[in-house]
């Protein structure tokens, strides 16, 4: 068993706290978000020897709820924030690289329409110009094509006034397992993470930052933990972290809630993602996955709790409106909807804009006790981001006579999973992974699907399928289920059942009958594993129903 995996299971919560508790860390990082997990990877490989804390589950914020692309953002070239759209647009082929089990390259359309926000002239440009800026590669520079074209690639397009399309390369990822995947990388090389650890009250050695309390929201026990320099990754929390700091000034968040519907493939069969125009002058996305159609997203004021966004009726309607303009022929309504999710857009505030015009770009703020803030950006951006702030924790590190710390690394370095060989290797590796999933009893299409998911981890994932027939059988699991629940629990610290079904499968947005069919027997096999009391497991369960009654709510009012 590799030390990733052994480190890194929800049985060692309580002992990695206890361990932290007593040292002094050199980078504490709080929130384990893509943010974090960026931030944790980019120092780890540095030689920082970091700690990160999470209060709920790793991606459980924003990080789980986002369009789940990884994009240069033709959105924010409307804006005309032409150094975003050439930085992100670049490091969507460095994310793809390093991970290409949790990223795809995504074909997607653009059509245009009489009367529309972009025609065939402006989308030309702009095609051109994302092309130029983000550096695509030749074979996927963009193409335009006529009615028919657009037609032949998305039938279900409203046909009325279509005037053509514009056709380019996106990538597809899955947010919460590219988190997970960052942070597995760090784990593997030295780092401390820790979900449902929250930061209580930060410590102070005079005026300057030293440590915080953490308090353990499973075990319910507090840890004082010490560090060097600790940064703010809370995304809707940063003013939050930045109140406790008593640094909250001058420039602050704006939550804004963004929402996504799934719908089955068979009742919303999109063949195609598209990019597309929505009645409001905004614009939206339908992503086929799965077996599945989503789309998103909303963008709308927030000031609820932001732990707990959630789908509306009004998002409901919104959304339900835009998709029946684009694809009239499908007349999709609200008990079509299977599954849902919101999730709120860290934005910084800028004053007498509207939710869609205020930018996406990050920002770093130190405050007088040395605590450093990073709010704004996207999934995209997040290995850039996390150079940044690691380059200026080594500036802080210098200026206190501590030793600087040499470049970043993280540009060739795959997160966990990624030693495939690359995106060019992926193909073939995930082929000569199946004989090892059939050998260890799972059948040839699970064996495929696992290798697809787990990447260069696939491995381990099979060697528990191999010893996990007894457990399988005696819980009623499907074996390939019973592997990846084990896996999730004792490699990827899955605590709960949402935890798993959430962000370690993806599967109560992308297979919700699944998760009904499986739940109770993935609930009782994680009550081993994890030792549960008839209590615990009880107050698990009800969360979980409570979470599937909500991906569907406003859709059943
Ligand atoms: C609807 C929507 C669609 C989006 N689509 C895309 C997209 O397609 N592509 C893209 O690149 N970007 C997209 N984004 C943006 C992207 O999702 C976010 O920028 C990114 O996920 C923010 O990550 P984060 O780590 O900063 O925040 P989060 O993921 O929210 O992480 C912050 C974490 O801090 C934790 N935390 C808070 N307080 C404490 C505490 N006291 N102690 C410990 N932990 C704490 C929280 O629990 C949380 O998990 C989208 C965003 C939204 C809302």
Redesign the pocket.
Known sequence: MGKTERDWSALERERMLRSLAGETVDLLV????????GIALDAASRGLRTAL????D??????S???????GGLRDLKQLEFKVVAE?GRERAVVYENGPHVTTPEWMLLPFYAGGQLGPVTSRLGLTMYDALARVKKSEWHKMLDPDETLAREPLLRRDGLKGGGYYVEYRTD?ARLTLEVLKRAVSIGATAVNY????ELRYEGARICGALVRDRIGGGEYELRARHIVN?????VD??RELDRSKQGKTLRLT????LVFDGARFPLRQAVYFDTPDGRMAFAIPREGKTYI??TDTVYAGDP?HPRMEADDLRYLLDAANQMFPSLNLGPGDVESSWA????LIGQPGKNPSEIS?KDEIFVSPSGLVS????????YRKMAERIVNLVSRLRAAEGLAALPASRTKTLPVSGGDVGGSAGFEAYVRGQIGAGTQAGLGADEAERLARRYGSNAPRVFALAGESGEFAARHGLPLALAAELRYAVLAEMAATPADFWIRRTGRLYFDRPGVLRWKDAAGAAMAELLGWTAEERGGHDRELERLLAEAVAAAQT
């Open positions: 709080i929130g384990g978000g893509i943010t974090g997990a804390v999470e209060m709920q790793f991606a459980a914020g924003t990080s709820r986002s369009t789940k692309l990884i994009h992100t947010d650890a929250a930061v209580m990754a809370t995304g809707p929390w939050g972290i809630k963004g929402v996504h998103g997203t732990a999730g709120l857009r860290p996406r990073i709010a704004g950006g996207k999934l995209t951006g």
